[in-house]
């Protein structure tokens, strides 16, 4: 399995425009995460999938960001308008509910986002 | 109000030594504890999980110590190598499994 995929790798973009980043999880996962990293608040949970269905998106931090998964096999996470503040790196995760090691999150590379 | 606490930023250790790092969390209900390796430029990796009903978890040279009465774990690598630098992040699993991360701890390997 090619692990969790995500594009862009790098995304550039003026302020006030829509940004959409891309998830594709493990096959066979039926949970995924959106997360963002930035220096000053680490690593937080955005919104988590099970079975497609959005369960907590309280970490979404405004009305401006957006997530959906129309299927088990993608995800999008739309910021609509982008900030400056915005910038950050952010990183899709998959898992499965089923025992073993695959109940651990697996990590997509991440897309740096850098609002300008 | 941060439920999982790194409180260390970063940390320097000569390679062959041990490596400690720490975490603090303050929920009591936290099933599992989880550690994660991240490189620059690619997402974290997971590496050595340790149930709340157990004290201690060891993989090759990770080892990972858990003590619930003062809700503290701490990973362990010994020998350190210099592979071993990267960020380190402790997580624990809540209701609805969901991973609540710390702020991430950087491990730097003196040769």
């Known amino acids: 399995d090619a692990g969790v995929i995500q594009s862009p790798r790098h995304e550039v973009t003026e302020m006030g425009q829509e940004v959409t980043l891309r998830c594709k999880p493990i096959?066979?996962?039926?949970?995924l995460f959106w997360y963002r990293q930035t220096m000053m608040r680490g690593l937080e949970l955005l919104i988590y999938f099970n079975n497609n269905v959005p369960i907590d998106d309280s970490g979404m931090p405004e009305d401006r960001f957006s997530a959906k998964m129309p299927n088990a096999s993608f995800s999008t996470l739309k910021i609509q308008p982008s900030e400056p503040r915005d910038s950050a790196v952010y990183f899709c995760a998959s898992s499965s509910m089923t025992s073993g090691s695959d109940r651990w999150a697996f990590f997509g590379q991440g897309t740096r986002l850098t609002v300008v | 109000d941060q439920q999982v606490k790194q409180n260390s930023p970063s940390l320097s250790v000569q390679e062959g030594r041990i490596s400690i790092l720490n975490c603090d969390y303050t929920n009591s209900m936290f099933d599992y504890f989880l550690w994660y390796k991240k490189y620059p430029a690619e997402g974290p990796t997971f590496l050595i999980s340790i149930s709340s009903i157990k004290d201690k978890n060891e993989d090759g040279r990770f080892t990972v110590f858990l003590n619930k009465s003062a809700k503290h774990l701490s990973l362990h690598i010994v020998p350190s190598q210099p592979g071993d630098s990267a960020v380190y992040f402790c997580a624990a699993r809540g209701s609805n499994y969901q991973l609540i991360w710390g702020a991430g701890t950087k491990l730097i390997i003196k040769p």
């Open positions: 096959s066979g996962h039926n949970s």
